[in-house]
């Protein structure tokens, strides 16, 4: 199945967030932060979708304000998710690449991963480096890998 990737529309926020769901469960986004996130980070926020506009995967980033030197600029992936039928078929890295593309200007981007995402070898073949481990991130029991991409 084809997909591009684009900037989301208002109308991509529903299907982002059912596949959020449907794909993270208990830890999945509210459906309302992704309505916030579409205001207040439009230009990261980016949806792969087929030719019948069906939204196939999303990938969120947005900037950090607490970089304590005003000479690092960091951001943040947010969220990534890929629909079960389009997974391995390069849609994450095309979605991540798109969103490193916007990040240009930052110079330190951060992210969390499960330990036994199978999405961990792509970050690291982004550059990302994991540089440590909350074991309770989510909550108790709730495990991430914390990572970073210097440039």
Same mark, same amino acid.
């Given at each position: 199945?084809?997909?591009?990737i684009?900037?989301?529309?208002? !109308?991509? $926020?529903?299907?982002?967030y ?5 794909l993270f469960?208990?830890h999945s986004?509210? %459906?309302?932060?992704?309505r916030q996130?579409y ?5 990261g926020?980016?949806v792969?979708v087929?030719?019948?506009?069906? =939204?196939?995967? @999303? =990938? /969120?980033?947005?900037?950090?304000f607490?970089?304590a ?10 969220g =990534? !998710?890929? %629909?079960t039928?389009? &997974?391995?078929?390069? $849609?994450g890295k095309? /979605? /991540?690449?798109? !969103?490193?593309? &916007?990040l240009?200007?930052y ?5 969390? $991963?499960?330990? %036994? ?5 792509? @970050?690291?073949?982004?550059?990302f480096v994991v $540089?440590? &481990?909350e %074991?309770n991130y989510?909550g108790c ?5 914390k990572m970073?991409l210097?440039?």
């Open positions: 199945m084809t997909y591009h684009r900037k989301a529309e208002k !109308a991509d $926020v529903t299907a982002a059912l596949l959020e769901r449907e469960g208990e986004y509210p %459906d309302f932060f992704f996130a205001d207040c980070w439009s230009n926020f980016l792969a087929t030719q019948s506009q069906e =939204v196939v995967g @999303y =990938v /969120l980033a947005s900037p950090s607490t970089a030197n005003e000479d690092v600029r960091e951001a943040w992936i947010l =990534v !998710a890929v %629909d039928k389009m &997974q391995g078929q390069g $849609v095309a /979605l /991540l690449k798109e !969103a490193l593309a &916007q240009a200007d110079n330190c981007i951060w992210l969390t $991963v499960h330990p %036994d995402n199978k999405a961990l070898k792509l @970050y690291e073949s982004l550059g $540089v440590g &481990q %074991d989510f029991g709730s495990p991430r890998l970073r210097s440039r």
